[in-house]
C-alpha cells in the first residue's frame, strides 16, 4: 500500500517539468529510482501506464548522467536556497488539476483524517476540561496525603438497590436454580412450620429456666433481704473489666447520658473548683504581698487584721470549701469513696 | 451459599418433604414460581415500630458476630436508613477495628456516664455512610459498673431516640459471647435478636441455650443467620446443611453467610465486606440478610448446593 502511495505521489510531482526538477531536487531523483524499481515490481498495477511513463522519464537516461546531474544540483542548492524553494513550489502541480485528477478519493481521506484529529481533539479537550471540573474533590486530598488511596474506590453507593435483584443474581428459568457470582446453586424450600418453631420453644421453655439477673453482689457479699437468689449474679472481685461498686451516683449518670447541650457535668465541674483554686491562690498571694508590703506604713494595721481572720481558712485547708460548694470534687483529689454509691448496686431491669 | 425468597404469601408448610441431607429429591414445588426477584430498584419497606434494637447474639465466641454486625450495619446504611451500632463487648471490643474507626473513638458510654462528655460526643459517625454511628460501651482497660450496665443502655436507647436529629431507625447491638454479665448487659434493651451460628455442633449448643434466656427474658423476635457455610463439605456430607440446623433450632432463617476470604481481606483493611467492589459472594448474603431485617421477612428457600454451570453452544466462544 505504502509503494503505491508513494507511486501516485511520484506520479503526481513528475509530469510537469522532469529536468527542472532532476536539476533542483536530488533526492526526488532518488526516491524516483527506488519508486521506478517499486513499480516494475508492480507492473500490474492498474497506474501502471502512468508510471511507465514516469520510468522512462527517469530511466532513459545513461547510468553517468544522473550523478552529473545530481553533483550539479547540489552546486545549484547551496547557492540559492530561496531559489530552490520557489522551484519546489512552482514544480508542484495546481491544486485544482490535482483535484481534478484524484478528487473525490483525496477528500475523503482527507475528511477522514480532519475527523480523527477533530475528535482527538475535542477529546484532550474533554479530559481535561474534566480532570479539572472538580477542583475540591476527594481526588485531590488523596493527592496530598490527607487520604489513602487504597482506601478509595470502595465504598461507592450502591447501584443495584435490590439485593435480590442485581446483575450478579440471576434466577434460573425453572426457577430451580439461580446463579449468582458465576456458580449455579440448586434451590431447596425451608421446611420449617410455625408449628415445629413453638414445639421448639416449649422445649427450650423447659430446658432452660432462667431469671435475667437483676442484682450483681461481688463475692462475699451479703444477700440483701427481698431478693430472689436467681436473679442474683456473682461477679468475682478479679474480675478483669465488671466491677459492682460505681463511683458515681445512678441519676446523676442517667442526667448525663440524656445531656444533650452544654459542658459535660465533670468537665465543668473540674473547671469550677480548678477556677476556685486559682482564686483562692491568687487571694492568698495578694494578701502576702500586703502582708510584706511595708511601704504602706498607714495601711499595715487594717489589713493584717483582716489577713489574719480571711487567711485562717485559706491556709489551713484551701480545698475544704471547694468540695463544698462544687457539686463535684475533681477528679484528681476526688475521694474514692466520697461518691461511691452502694457497692453491690442493684440493677432494676426495665424492658422499653 | 446464599439464599432466596419467595412470595410472603406462600404458606411454610406448603412443602410436604423434608430435605434433611444433600441426598434429598427434588423439590416438586419448583413448578410454583419462585418469587425471589423482588421489583426492580425499590427501598426496603422497613416494618415495626423505630428504632429497631436489635442484638446480635450467639453464646459462642469466633462465629463472627461482629462481622455480622459491621456488615448488616453498613448494609442498613447504604439502603438508606439510619443505623447506631453499640458495641457492647466490654472487655474484648473489636467493632472499631471492623469498621477501620480505632482511631476515632475517644469517648464510650463509661465516659458518658461519668460526664465527661455527652452522648452525641462519644458517637463516631462514619465517613464513608454519614447515616451510620457506632457507640463503644467501654475501653478496653476500663471496668464498667455492672450495677447499672443494662440501665446505662436502656438510657442510651432513650436518649437516642429523644435526639434532635431524629430518632435512629435501627440500633444494633453487637453482644459479648457467653451469658455473662456482658450478655445481660447487651440484651437487656432489646427487642429483637439475630443468632448467629456456623454449621458446627459445639456453637449450635450454645445457640441453644442463648436462644432459651433469650426467650425467657421474653424476646420472641429471633432469627438465625449461619454463617461461614461452605458448599463442598455440604456436599460431601461433612458439615450440616443449613436445613439440618434449622431442623435442630426451629428459628426462622434471616441469612446464610458462605465462607469468603474476602472476610478476612475486609477486616484486614478496616472496610466491611458489603463496600467491596464488585460485591462478593458473602457480601451479597449479608446484603440480603439486612433487607429481610428491614422487613422482618425470613428466608424460605435456601440454595442447598453448587451445580456445574450448563453451557451454551456457543459458549466456546463466550457465548
Known amino acids: 500500500m505504502a509503494s503505491i502511495w508513494s507511486l501516485q505521489f511520484h506520479s503526481l510531482c513528475f509530469p510537469v517539468s522532469k529536468h527542472h526538477r532532476v536539476f533542483q531536487f536530488p533526492n526526488v531523483v532518488k526516491l524516483r529510482n527506488e519508486f521506478a524499481l517499486i513499480d516494475a515490481q508492480l507492473s500490474s498495477n492498474r497506474l501502471s501506464t502512468n508510471r511507465n511513463v514516469q520510468l522512462r ?296 | 451459599m446464599l439464599s432466596l425468597l419467595h412470595t410472603p404469601s406462600t404458606p411454610l408448610n406448603r412443602f410436604s418433604f423434608s430435605p434433611k441431607t444433600l441426598k434429598s429429591p427434588k423439590p416438586q414445588f419448583l413448578k410454583t414460581p419462585v418469587q425471589s426477584v423482588l421489583q426492580w430498584n425499590r427501598k426496603p419497606q422497613l416494618a415495626g415500630e423505630t428504632p429497631r434494637v436489635v442484638v446480635i447474639t450467639s453464646g459462642k ?75 463503644c460501651i467501654s475501653k478496653p482497660r476500663s471496668k464498667l459498673p455492672l450495677g447499672f450496665g443494662g440501665k446505662a443502655l436502656v438510657w442510651v436507647v432513650d436518649a437516642l431516640k429523644t435526639r434532635e436529629e431524629g430518632s435512629p431507625d435501627f440500633i444494633l447491638i453487637d453482644c459479648p459471647a457467653g451469658i455473662d454479665a456482658g450478655f445481660i448487659t447487651a440484651i437487656t434493651p432489646a427487642n429483637e435478636a439475630v443468632l448467629v451460628t456456623t454449621p458446627d455442633i459445639t456453637s449450635l449448643r450454645d445457640a441453644d441455650r442463648v436462644i432459651g434466656l433469650l426467650e425467657c427474658d421474653g424476646i420472641r423476635d429471633i432469627k438465625m443467620m449461619v454463617n461461614r457455610v461452605r458448599t463442598d463439605m455440604i456436599r460431601g456430607e461433612d458439615m450440616m446443611s443449613v436445613l439440618d440446623i434449622q431442623e435442630m433450632l426451629g428459628l426462622a432463617l434471616l441469612g446464610v453467610i458462605p465462607e469468603d476470604t474476602e472476610v478476612i481481606r475486609s477486616t484486614n483493611r478496616g472496610f466491611p465486606l458489603v463496600l467491596n467492589q464488585p460485591p462478593t459472594l458473602a457480601g451479597l448474603a449479608f446484603e440480603q440478610a439486612a433487607w429481610r431485617l428491614v422487613e422482618q421477612d425470613s428466608m424460605k428457600a435456601v440454595m442447598v448446593e453448587e451445580e456445574p454451570k450448563k453451557r451454551g453452544f456457543f459458549s466456546f466462544f463466550g457465548g
Open chain 1, 57 to 352: 522519464a527517469v530511466g532513459s537516461s545513461d547510468q553517468d548522467q544522473p550523478i552529473k546531474t545530481e553533483t550539479f544540483a547540489v552546486a545549484l542548492n547551496t547557492n540559492d536556497p530561496v531559489a530552490e524553494f520557489q522551484g519546489f513550489v512552482t514544480s508542484l502541480p495546481p491544486v485544482v488539476f490535482v483535484m481534478k485528477r484524484y478528487g473525490g478519493r483525496n477528500i475523503a481521506i482527507g475528511l477522514c483524517l480532519a475527523a480523527a484529529f477533530l475528535v482527538i481533539a475535542v477529546r484532550a479537550f474533554m479530559a481535561r476540561k474534566s480532570r479539572y471540573k472538580k477542583p475540591g474533590s476527594v481526588a485531590d486530598l488523596v493527592r496530598r496525603g490527607q487520604l489513602r488511596s487504597d482506601r478509595r474506590g470502595i465504598s461507592r453507593p450502591l447501584k443495584y438497590e435490590d439485593p435480590f435483584n442485581n446483575p450478579l443474581v440471576k434466577v434460573g428459568k425453572n426457577n430451580s436454580t439461580v446463579e449468582m457470582c458465576g456458580k449455579v446453586y440448586r434451590l431447596a424450600p425451608v421446611t420449617l412450620t410455625e408449628e415445629e418453631q413453638t414445639i421448639h420453644q416449649k422445649r427450650r421453655s423447659r430446658a432452660y429456666q432462667w431469671k435475667r439477673p437483676t442484682i450483681f453482689l461481688k463475692e462475699g457479699d451479703s444477700i440483701p433481704p427481698d431478693i430472689d437468689p436467681d436473679t442474683i449474679r456473682w461477679i468475682p472481685a478479679n474480675h478483669p473489666f465488671a466491677t459492682t461498686a460505681s463511683d458515681i451516683d445512678e441519676n446523676l449518670a442517667q442526667n448525663n447520658v440524656y445531656q444533650k447541650h452544654g459542658v459535660p457535668f465533670r468537665i465543668q465541674a473540674e473547671h469550677e473548683a480548678l477556677q476556685r483554686k486559682l482564686e483562692a491562690l491568687q487571694s492568698e498571694q495578694k494578701l502576702n504581698n500586703l502582708v510584706i508590703d511595708p511601704t504602706h506604713a498607714q495601711d499595715f494595721e487594717r489589713p493584717f487584721k483582716l489577713n489574719s481572720k480571711s487567711q485562717e481558712p485559706v491556709e489551713q485547708n484551701p480545698f475544704s470549701n471547694q468540695s463544698g460548694n462544687s457539686p463535684r470534687p475533681p477528679k484528681s483529689d476526688q475521694a474514692p469513696n466520697a461518691f461511691r454509691s452502694n457497692s453491690s448496686s442493684s440493677e432494676e431491669m426495665q424492658k422499653p
Open chain 2, 61 to 135: 465466641g469466633g462465629v463472627g458476630k461482629t462481622t455480622t454486625t459491621a456488615n448488616v450495619g453498613l448494609s442498613l446504611a447504604r439502603f438508606g436508613f439510619s443505623v447506631v451500632a453499640i458495641d457492647a463487648d466490654v472487655g474484648l471490643r473489636n467493632l472499631d477495628l471492623l469498621l477501620g474507626l480505632e482511631n476515632r473513638v475517644n469517648y464510650t458510654v463509661v465516659e458518658v456516664l461519668n460526664g465527661d462528655c455527652r452522648l452525641d460526643q462519644a458517637l463516631v459517625r462514619d465517613k464513608r455512610w454519614s447515616n451510620f454511628e457506632l457507640l
